[in-house]
């Protein structure tokens, strides 16, 4: 009771010296106070506008990001499709080389397999004994090789101007 009653008494005294509105201004928000209502509604208004930025590039971040995810995976797919179809082509071509050798390598008559720029791709053995060489070097234009080049030398040039077609009939 005694320290109430002593508390009191210093706070009325404090209050008739003025010293007590000195000590509440220092350390208390005056409501009244016009800088600091704006100083709190700016901060509010640029604390909502920061939120609202901060949302929308969120918003346009995830729309972006699943447009990517779905093009990724369109693209992928198309690929995949693309390696499939080039990995059935890559067979078929393998299948249909191994036949072509077959069916050179064992003729008796003289085959040779050019390009379209004259150029050996494949030869049988029959083809080397016509040539009188022990092996015809794939690679090399067929009129460098002088037996070759006797045979056909009018005939060359009307092999490779038209464009013909193996098919699979008989």
């Known amino acids: ?31 009244n106070s016009s800088n600091v209502r704006k100083i709190i509604r700016n901060v509010m208004y640029a604390s909502i506008a920061i939120g609202a930025f901060v949302l929308i590039y969120i918003i ?31 067979r078929q071509i393998e299948s249909e080389s191994y036949l072509r050798s ?10 040779l397999l050019l390009d ?26 067929i009129i460098d090789i002088s037996p070759f080049k006797e045979l056909l030398k009018d005939k060359i040039e009307n092999l490779f101007q038209k464009e013909y077609k193996i098919t699979n009939e008989i």
Do not use: F, G, P
């Open 60 to 90: 346009i971040n995830n729309q972006i990001k699943s447009l990517l995810k779905r093009q990724v995976a369109e693209k992928t797919q198309k690929l995949n499709e693309i390696n499939n179809e080039l990995e059935s082509r890559i």
């Open 116 to 141: 379209k720029n004259k150029t050996i791709t494949m030869a049988n053995s029959s083809a080397s004994l016509l040539a009188n060489v022990q092996t015809i070097s794939l690679r090399e234009n």
């Open 1 to 31: 009771y005694e320290l109430k009653r002593l508390l009191n008494s210093e706070i009325t005294s404090l209050h008739a010296s003025a010293e007590y509105q000195k000590i509440y201004n220092k350390w208390m928000v005056n409501e």
């Open 102 to 111: 077959i069916i050179i390598e064992s003729s008796h008559k003289a085959m």
